[in-house]
């Protein structure tokens, strides 16, 4: 068993920065795919980057150039460094992950199993 502990978030201004962070706790033997995920009242939860099987980094147009994922392997965590922060960023963040092969690039919400609590993003102009 696997589950998804998020850290990071909080508030910010317009042009400012945040990270959030997801680690694996339990048993974590094979390769996870992991995804950001982000959702406000108003709309469906959508994908925003994603940790690939082959182990790369892809991200939706919306975040390309201002958004970051990476791993750190030693410590089962991802991290998201989010850039140039915009007032549509703001939502409340997910990190989802399941196990996955090399050729897998999950983008659908229904092929992860494992979800992080969540983390609100807030950025004001």
């Known amino acids: 068993q696997v589950h998804l502990v998020q850290s990071g978030g909080g508030s910010v201004q317009v042009g400012g920065s945040l990270r959030l962070s997801c680690a694996a706790v339990?048993?974590?033997?094979?390769?996870?795919?992991l995804a950001w995920f982000r959702q406000t009242p108003e709309t469906e939860r959508e994908g925003v980057a994603f940790?690939?099987?082959?182990?790369?980094?892809r991200y939706a147009d919306s975040v390309k150039g201002r958004f970051t994922v990476s791993k750190e392997d030693d410590k089962k965590t991802w991290h998201l460094q989010m850039n140039s922060l915009r007032p549509e960023d703001t939502a409340m963040y997910y990190c989802a992950a399941w196990w996955c092969l090399s050729y897998m690039r999950p983008r659908d919400p229904a092929e992860f199993h494992r979800w992080g609590q969540g983390s609100q993003v807030n950025v004001s102009s």
């Open positions: 940790f690939d099987g082959d182990g790369g980094a």
């Open positions: 339990g048993t974590t033997e094979g390769h996870l795919c």
